[in-house]
């Protein structure tokens, strides 16, 4: 459960950490604020094809509403109880 990747430094998105994500080879739920300055949803789901990403209002330190974040991370870890 990754929440609030930062996919590149603010400013920088050619120093893309995508590789490390693209390594993970167990099952993975990206939560990333829709302004985060380290890698917005739009960048990680195409720096990193097939990994889920969920989009919450924010930016990285997910300020504007945890609720959401709550939310898509429980749901998740519930889809993955008794893998």
Known sequence: LALAFPLHPP??????RAAELAGVRVPVLVVQGASD??????????AV???????VRGGHGFTADVGPVLAAARDWLEQRRGE
């Open 11 to 16: 400013g920088r998105p050619a120093a893309s």
């Open 37 to 46: 300055p380290f890698g917005t949803p739009e960048e990680v789901r195409a």
């Open 49 to 55: 094809p097939g990994v889920p990403v969920v989009a």
